[in-house]
């Protein structure tokens, strides 16, 4: 019998951040060629979710759980901030330049591209975690969009101000509070694969991202500020490995399943010990860039070699992004991150 321990450093959440990444890029090497998801992996073998949308899912069931443990150990409200921003903000806004700038031109037919945005908008957008609004870009391809991840990144920031606003009205502190709320979020969420709709004329909790993301999140969450209460055993494991794959074929309960056995399982591994991979530990973290760099990458490859096999395109476009995953997390991530560190080395008065 083993227990979290949400102090130990030895864990493997480096790796697990990392082949969520690579499962995206590996998910969208089919279903950018085809234009639907007939052939992707996942979804050829339960006909639910696909391999995207379990990684998606995954990362915010990491992002729950250490977020909330970042507020819990300093539970500041500007430090917290300061913290978040340095760490998703500056790599996005690159991010978004290079998308603009540089994928949008060599993927446009329009001679005059780089005259047909609107300042404003792109400022508004990169403000706001928005998508790059970039017109004319990989016309007659599937999914004509400079970067079609962003918009998951302005969840992830929407569920940072969610641990803020109840951390400091004591939600984070009184764990039984964040289990409360996370029970209203995942019953929205079951309630909407049923059909149901809740809130203010159906539109709280119309798009079912808010429910689908919140949920995951809430749950990484509680792993965390229930971690001296779970016990992980290998019984336990293979239960739920047995309960989700029995549940992945159904297009309803597949994603609750994956949020509660999914999760039980992904913390289990996330501090399984291994001389192996405690190694990842010592490599950089370029897992953010890997995601944020995958889609251009695919589309650019795709426009000028439209022919491209999906296992090629997978094996072209995770070499290419994981070069630029090591520059953004040399030249832009890191580099920031330093500053959370340098900018609170003062007590507060």
Known sequence: MKQLNHRDRNNNFNL????????????????????????????????????????VDGFFLLSGYLIVQSWELSPRAGKFLAKRILRIYPGFVFATIVCTFIVAPLGSTLVHYPFS??????????????????????????????????????????????????????????RRIWLALT????TAFLCQKFGY????????????????????????????LYSDKIKFEQKWLVASGLLLVGLMNSGILAELALAIF????????????????????????????????????????LWYFPSTHPWALFAFSS????????????????????LKSFAWKAKPV
């Not at 539109?203 to 965390?224: H, L, N, P, T, V």
């Open 197 to 224: 709709v809740f809130g203010i004329d159906g539109k709280a909790f119309a798009r079912e991202d808010a429910a689908r993301f919140g949920s995951f999140f809430f749950i990484g969450g509680s792993f965390y």
């Open 262 to 301: 999914g999760g039980y399982i992904l913390f289990y591994f996330a501090f399984m010990p291994s001389p192996f991979l405690a190694g990842f530990l010592k490599f950089p973290d370029v897992s953010y860039g890997v995601y944020l760099y995958g889609w251009p990458i695919q589309k650019l490859i």
């Open 16 to 55: 697990l951040r990392l082949t969520f990444a690579v499962l995206v890029l590996l998910s969208h090497s089919f279903e950018l060629i085809d234009g639907d998801r007939s052939r992707e992996l996942l979804t050829s073998l339960f006909h639910t979710i696909s391999l995207g949308e379990l990684a």
């Open 183 to 186: 029970a209203v979020v995942f």
């Open 319 to 338: 070499c290419a992004a994981l070069v630029c995953g090591l520059i953004s997390w040399y030249v832009i991530e890191k580099p920031f991150l330093k």
């Open 117 to 174: 945005f609107s300042a404003w908008q792109f400022i508004d957008n990169t403000l706001n975690f928005g998508d790059p609004l970039t017109g004319g870009i990989f016309l007659g391809q599937n999914y004509p969009l400079v970067n079609g991840v962003l918009w998951t990144i302005s969840w992830e920031a929407k569920c940072y101000i969610a641990v803020l606003a109840i951390g400091l009205l004591g939600g984070v502190k009184n």
